[in-house]
Every structure is written in C-alpha cells, then in structure tokens.
C-alpha cells in the first residue's frame, strides 16, 4: 500500500473526473464507473468511512439523474 497521500490524491483525482464527466453530459455508466473506482481507492487506503458518504451521494444522484429527475438545484451562496 502507498502513503496516505497517494491514496487521497488518487480518490480527489477520480471523484473530479467524475463529477467532470457529469458536467460535460458524457455516458452516465462512465461517471459511474469513476466514482466506483474512487470507492475502491478509498478501500483501499482505508479511508472508505470518510470517503464513502460523499461517493454514495454521489451515485445517489446518478440514479436520480438516470430516473429523469432534473439535477438539484445548488445552495444560494
């Protein structure tokens, strides 16, 4: 196993690259697939207790998306 970092570096990388193919309307099964990835880097580095409520929201809203539900609408800042 590499250093603590390696793995959160690796987890930050897939979750953006997902949420970037979310933002640029690519093939809901690729997006899933990242955040997957992100979960089982996480295992890996065992940091699925931090980084696991953040990936299942995330696939929550897939399938929300997938079951045609409009994306949320964000917080006002």
């Not at 207790?49 to 800042?77: I, K, M, N, S, T």
């Amino acid at each position: 196993m590499g250093a603590p970092d390696d793995g959160r570096a690796k987890i930050q990388r897939l979750l953006v690259t997902g949420d970037t193919r979310l933002k640029q309307g690519v093939a809901t099964a690729k997006v899933r697939e990242s955040y997957l990835a992100a979960l089982e880097a996480a295992k890996e580095s065992g940091l699925e207790d931090a980084v696991g409520p953040l990936v299942e929201l995330r696939l929550a809203d897939l399938d929300a998306r997938e079951a045609g539900a409009p994306p949320p609408v964000p917080p006002a800042a």
